[in-house]
């Protein structure tokens, strides 16, 4: 087992532990505060029995509210003096009785709920035991002295505002960083399509589809060429949404079909079809019919990143901002940088790291985090770079650069597959 992992079960570990004591806390609370509420019940009915106290009892035996996490602080019951005039010895002894064992429970879960927030902060205490929280030495911090990086860095943050909408902490941003004008345009305009975009995510996420149905009917036809399913599904869900609103709008339901399905009707006609059979339901509720899977949360966010996913591809925009893709490859990458540095300080080869732009291993990134084709040289075993770049001889093989000089003797290349002859001065890069 790796450090990671190994972190990780033992905080687990500790996390488990809390969990069931949370758990058994909930239970012996639940039963406790049941049990109070079942002695005081009995003690109002008993009280009221005695007609004579009616109308004391209702302001005499409160249990006080101010306390809605039942942590029992302020919760104390309470009893004015006014009613034992009019009560008995014996009935007076027996609502104390009461009330003092139901303050004794409203203790003992006070205590109880301390003794768990101990064991909460245990959690802290073992994360940073477990944890390494000091991540300076992977930081090159020079890198940020440079003012154009610090712009840079500073941009990204600013669009990634601007994509979500937050055009103002943008804005901030901008005029506390003392952004150049071309530089705070550029943050607007490169954003300006997925800030849309983001905006319509959003309201489909609170199911209003008013803005994203507008949004599919412009792009209707690119839509449909693209194959996507994203217009027909904003329909059928604007349309399960009016059923969903029972017979009143059963109306507006069925002309809405009837405005919006008939383009749809070759390519989705058995889909149609079922739809349709929801008005059977209208009378009993949508939400007790087999259709009812429409009405969850799910079926809305699934909805919201279909939308996201297929605007952002016809725009030919990326839906992660900049910002988002490198602080989550940077997480990734995190414990394996912390772990060679950790070998490169104890090997005293440190300044081997701070002299150069890649890092001193390979990261194996999610395919997610693969924007473009890499190509690895078959003869050097080498990720192929700027620096190095990829070149197709003239028999079609590609090599990197620095093969092609180790292997040709003067201006002359052996070819290490085919293996034709050539003049090495005529292969030329190629781009990935
Ligand atoms: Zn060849």
Known sequence: MDNE??????????LTRVVSKLEQLHENAAADIGDIATQMSELVEVLSRAEQLVTTLNSSTQVSQDDPMGDGVSMQVETEPTAPQRLTERQVESVRNAIARCNERVQKLSTEHRDLHGSISKIGKAIDRNFSADFSSTMRVDVLQDEENLMLLNKAIAKHYCRQGMDDVARTLIRESKMSPEHAQDVFDSEREFADIYGIWVKIQKRDLTDALKWAKMYSQQLSDRHSLIEFRLHRMRFMQLVSYGLDSQREAISYARLNFKKFAVRYEHEIANLMASFIYLPSGLENSPYKHFMGQEMWTELSFIFLKDACQLL???????????????????????????????????????????LPIEIDLQPEFRFHSIFACPILRQQTSEDNPPKKLTCGHVISNDALHKLSVGHILKCPYCPVEQNAEEAVRIYF
């Open 5 to 14: 992992s190994w972190a990780c079960s033992s905080v687990e570990k500790d």
């Open 316 to 358: 030919g925009i990326s839906k992660n901002s900049a910002l988002s893709v490198v602080v989550n490859a940077g997480c990734t990458a995190l414990p394996a940088l912390l772990n060679i540095k950790q070998v490169m300080q104890s090997r005293q080869v440190l300044g081997m790291w701070n002299g150069c732009d890649e």
